[in-house]
């Protein structure tokens, strides 16, 4: 029984160091990622987050997938002579040693048809896939609306 | 990252081509009173008869002696509709109490994936007095032909989008279309530009 319970511990050291160095050089960094609280039926939903890159490359945004969404895309909220309309990005560019934000009424990722109701506590999980190969688990926050958020003032 | 010019080429052309449904609010006239009032002629809302997210029958009648802000949108829209619709919620919670006659009216500009049961718990997320309307873009005199904008894809396949109007209609009790307020949205200015043109408004009757 302590034999056992001593691999499991060196087993989960292990692995607790592995993710510590592999945090600390990753080229890619994903925060504040998180899904507006939307109506119960929605269709459609919208995260926003921020992606910074680390390395002295340009690393490609490519793909984002998830087992509670049945697709996910890159979009950009574009406003022009008075018209609201949405262009799709397939991939999304993160510049060397820079970070590209998605924010309310900009870039965000629509996360098409939820499988389940995302409500306030759901911690669905995305994974996003880089050029570099890289690859992130992230768990996104659903959060309301902050309205006094800085990019819908002037 | 692909130019927006390819994307929207690409969009363009597979989409074969888009039902423009601009009327004639551009060339409305605008002075300095308010920035966005429509005066000395603005125009007369005609009969648009339509169903609201009860499934109640809604037209001029509903809007005669209300000031009504109008948003045109569709629940597919999760960036701009809900910055917007969460905007108009701030407003109308701080105008309410002094402003009785006051309503705020989302249309959509996608009626065949809105069925009334999306629209009512579309709006009611927002504020439980929302009204929520069918715009049947295609309808003579549906308030989208008579005051917004709508673009879609002719083909309406898988997950299509609708560019739509960003602006903020206002009609005053006489259901006159009497401004267009332009995003960015923010609740203080909106009640800023409310008071004006109420102020403007009612020393006109
Ligand atoms: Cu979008």
Redesign the pocket.
């Known amino acids: 029984m302590k034999k056992v319970s001593f691999i499991l511990f060196i087993l989960f050291f292990f692995s607790y160091i592995n993710n510590i160095s592999a945090e600390d050089h990753s080229k890619i960094e994903i925060t504040n990622l998180w899904i507006s609280e939307a109506p119960k039926n929605a269709s459609v939903l919208?995260a926003y987050a921020t992606f910074k890159n680390n390395s002295t490359l340009p690393i490609s945004l490519n793909n984002i997938s998830s087992l509670l969404f049945s697709s996910i895309e890159i979009?950009k909220?574009i406003i022009k002579d008075d018209i609201a309309s949405?262009e799709r990005f397939s991939t999304l560019e993160i510049p060397p040693k820079s970070s590209v934000e998605f924010l309310p009424g900009d870039y965000?990722l629509?996360l098409f048809n939820p499988k389940k109701p995302m409500i306030i506590g759901s911690a669905p999980e995305l994974l996003f896939t880089f050029s570099d190969g890289s690859k992130i688990y992230l768990e996104a926050k659903i959060k309301k609306r902050d309205i006094n958020n800085k990019s819908h003032h002037h | 990252m692909i130019p927006s010019m390819v994307v929207l080429a690409i969009l363009a052309t597979s989409a074969g081509f888009y039902i423009s449904l601009k009327q004639s609010q551009t060339k409305l006239e605008q002075n300095n009173i308010a920035e966005g009032l429509f005066w000395p002629n603005p125009k007369q809302l005609l009969e648009f008869n339509t169903t609201d997210n009860n499934g109640e029958l809604f037209g001029l009648k509903q809007i005669e002696e209300k000031w009504s802000f109008i948003f045109f949108g569709y629940t597919n829209c999760?960036?701009i509709c809900p910055i917007t619709m969460s905007v108009m919620a701030d407003t109308y919670k701080r105008i309410k109490n002094e402003y009785k006659n006051v309503q705020v009216i989302f249309v959509t500009v996608d009626p065949e994936r809105d069925d009334t049961e999306k629209l009512n718990s579309y709006v009611s997320f927002f504020d439980s007095q929302f009204i929520g309307l069918n715009g049947s873009p295609q309808i003579k005199n549906s308030l989208t032909k008579q005051i917004g904008v709508a673009f879609y894809h002719d083909d309406k396949k898988g997950n299509y989008l609708v560019d739509h109007s960003a602006s903020i209609f206002v009609i005053d009790p006489k259901m006159r279309l009497v401004s267009k307020l332009s995003p960015p949205h923010n609740s203080e200015e909106i009640i800023k530009k409310f008071k004006k043109i109420k102020r403007f408004i009612d020393e006109k009757s």
């Open positions: 919208v979009h909220t949405m965000h629509m | 999760p960036d």
